[in-house]
Nanobody
């Protein structure tokens, strides 16, 4: 059973930065596609960034150049580095893992393991 626990959320002003963390087992990071998703109140969950087993990364257009997904293999921890945050980035952020092929898709439907989420609030 894959267990994912996010941390690092908080409240920041627009233009600020946060780093989200998601530790998991070495097995998970060696085999699965990993991703970060977010869900704002009244909206559907959307993909933010993913990293596959080959290290290829994919981003939704609205965060390109501002957010970066990375993996620290020594710590078995997935990160989401968020810079130049905007009020529209406010959402619950989730770490997820997919056991099947995902490719460049950012669809939550492809991911079968989920964390509980960490809240990010950006004020203007």
């Amino acid at each position: 059973q894959v267990q994912l626990v996010e941390s690092g959320g908080g409240s920041v002003q627009a233009g600020g930065s946060l780093r989200l963390s998601c530790p998991a087992s070495e097995y998970t990071y060696g085999r699965y596609t990993l991703g970060w998703f977010r869900q704002a109140p009244g909206k559907e969950r959307e993909g933010v960034a993913t990293r596959d087993g080959d290290g290829d990364t994919y981003y939704t257009d609205s965060v390109k150049g501002r957010f970066f997904i990375s993996l620290d293999s020594a710590k078995s921890t997935l990160y989401l580095h968020m810079n130049n945050l905007k009020p529209e980035d406010t959402a619950m952020y989730y770490c997820a893992a997919a056991t099947g092929y995902v490719g460049a898709r950012l669809s939550p439907r492809d991911f079968n393991y989920w964390g509980q989420g960490t809240q990010v609030t950006v004020s203007s």
